[in-house]
């Protein structure tokens, strides 16, 4: 599924509707110099790479019924002000800010206007809740659904007070304009009240299923389908002392395709602290229960967090972040897996020809000799042709202040202590 193009289906009829996973692998082969590290380190040194890809939410429901798996309420006053309510859960992932970018993003408010209400299920919708990195991508969708409802009844009213078409008003930076000739405008909050006089209290609700043909119509063929997948590709450069066996992950380089960014902040805070779960688990985290002989059978043998060995800041490498964006057409506003900023202006890329990286040696050949592999159909395949020229990556740039972060030498000497030792285990 890595290497497939965009708007394909998988030999299991998985479908997937973009793919920048050779752009990631572009974007980390750059940014960490693999081509000039690559079996060119001195001994006990070396790079290596790594990617995946996931799902944004899954096809699948927690319940078996046909309702809806994300949905909003939203609610305008004659202040000006949007209220929404919200049954999904903020874990930290930023759903809250991202529901709030979409209402004003769509109905043409500042920021500031939007009020968001969530996790009391005695005045919110259902949400499925926060798993399978579902929640900016389902219910994104359901509050675009929303606010469009509202954005049509506030444009009616509009229209009607200027003897216009309805698809002549268009709402943007708190204001209402005539499209022909905007220097005709009024306050957002003028256009509510118009609204509100012609409809009455201004509400909506918004809801999201994923779609139907996005999987194979088999047994099981629903399990680990999603209405879009999202990739990733990952370099670590490692020295390994082959005579104490003690590692250091001196960097690593995180791409990530998430769809259309809309909060690059964000983003990057879950890229990293994905790679720092990641860093932590290989080297240094380790789950042991008691056995039997114990008498605690199942307990976990470390009593608490002081003696199970998690990485600190002093631990962690340098982690460098690289946001690919691949504009999936079924995400709110092109997003898949993270919570992201909308921009208004097309992504331009420009075309060249990509060589082939020593990783993927083995899969450019013949697709016949790839192990287990005949192609989609399983017959075997003609020698591979060369790669055709495909779009450039496109990343973003570290947001300002969001440096990585790199103690000092002599902080490492002050603070580092048996007991955060990476020392093979």
């Not at 793919?19 to 060119?40: H, M, T, Y």
């Not at 790479?49 to 046909?66: D, F």
């Not at 259902?126 to 359901?142: E, I, K, P, Q």
């Not at 229960?289 to 114990?294: L, V």
Request: hydrophobic share 35%; aromatic share 8%; glycine share 10%.
């Amino acid at each position: 599924i890595n290497f497939i193009g965009e708007n394909t289906r998988t030999v299991n009829e998985l479908r997937v509707t973009s793919n920048g996973f050779l752009e990631c692998l572009d974007a980390v082969e750059e940014a960490s110099g693999w081509r000039e590290k690559f079996r060119e380190l001195p001994l006990g040194r070396g790079v290596g790479v790594a990617g995946s890809c996931y799902i944004s939410g899954t096809n699948y429901p927690i319940y078996p019924n046909e309702m809806p798996q994300s949905a909003v309420q939203m609610q305008i006053d004659r202040s000006g002000r949007v209220a929404v309510f919200s049954g999904a859960s903020e874990i930290g992932q930023g759903c809250d800010s991202m529901v709030a970018y979409v209402a004003a993003e769509e109905l043409g408010v500042p920021l500031e206007y939007v009020r968001v209400y969530r996790g009391d299920t005695d005045f919110t919708p259902v949400d499925l809740g926060a798993y399978s990195s579902r929640v900016t991508f389902m219910l994104g969708n359901a509050c675009i659904d929303a606010c469009r409802k509202l954005k049509a009844m506030i444009r009616e009213a509009v229209a009607e007070e200027w003897g216009c078409k309805p698809g002549q008003v268009q709402l943007a930076g708190g204001r209402a304009f005539y499209v022909p000739d905007t220097e005709r405008q009024i306050h957002v909050r003028k256009a509510f009240q118009l609204a509100e006089a012609m409809h009455g209290t201004l509400g909506a609700t918004g809801s999201y299923n994923t779609p139907k043909d996005i999987h194979g119509d088999y047994r099981g063929g629903t399990i680990g389908a999603s209405p879009a997948y999202s990739f990733t590709a990952h370099v670590a450069e490692v020295e390994v002392d082959p005579e104490t066996g003690f590692v250091e992950v001196k960097k690593i380089w995180v791409a990530h395709d998430c769809g259309r960014a809309l909060n690059p902040v964000l983003v990057e805070g879950q890229m990293e602290g994905s790679a720092y779960m990641g860093f932590g688990e290989a080297l240094m985290e380790e789950q042991v229960f008691k056995d039997a002989d114990h008498g605690r059978a199942g307990l976990h043998d470390a009593p608490s967090l002081l003696d199970y060995k998690m990485p600190t800041s002093l631990d962690t490498p340098e982690l460098e972040s690289l946001i690919v964006e691949s504009d999936d057409p079924e995400g709110p506003y092109g997003a898949k897996e993270r919570p992201a900023r909308d921009r208004s202006t097309p992504r331009s890329r420009r075309s060249r020809t990509r060589s082939t990286t020593p990783w993927e040696s083995a899969w450019t050949a013949s697709p016949s000799t790839r192990p287990g592999c005949g192609g989609r159909s399983g017959r075997p395949a003609a020698a591979a042709s060369p790669r055709p020229r495909r779009k450039k990556a496109r990343t973003r740039p570290r947001a300002a202040g969001n440096r990585p972060f790199r103690p000092t030498e002599a902080a490492v000497a002050r603070e580092r202590g048996p007991h955060v030792a990476v020392a093979g285990r």
